[in-house]
């Protein structure tokens, strides 16, 4: 499912550094609107790869233990 219209208008802005005020400034769109969108969408790319790290990790550590154990029954 893709972004709608005015999600792809705001993120494009978002990602270019626009602040919130600026977004609405130049979209037109309500600042409750464009604050609501960028909160949605808001990845914080550093801190996903360190989720997906850790939950790597502890997936490795689960495998190793069940082996331990005897492997899956």
Request: charged residues 30%; hydrophobic residues 35%.
């Amino acid at each position: 499912m893709g972004l709608y219209p005015t999600e792809a208008a705001v993120l494009d802005r978002h990602d270019r550094g626009e602040t919130i005020d600026q977004i609405t400034r130049a979209t037109g769109f309500r600042r409750e609107t464009v604050s609501n969108i960028v909160q949605r969408f808001h990845v914080n790319l550093a801190q996903d790869a360190r989720a997906e790290d850790a939950v790597r990790t502890q997936t490795t550590r689960l495998g190793e233990l069940v082996r331990q154990a005897g492997g899956h029954r």
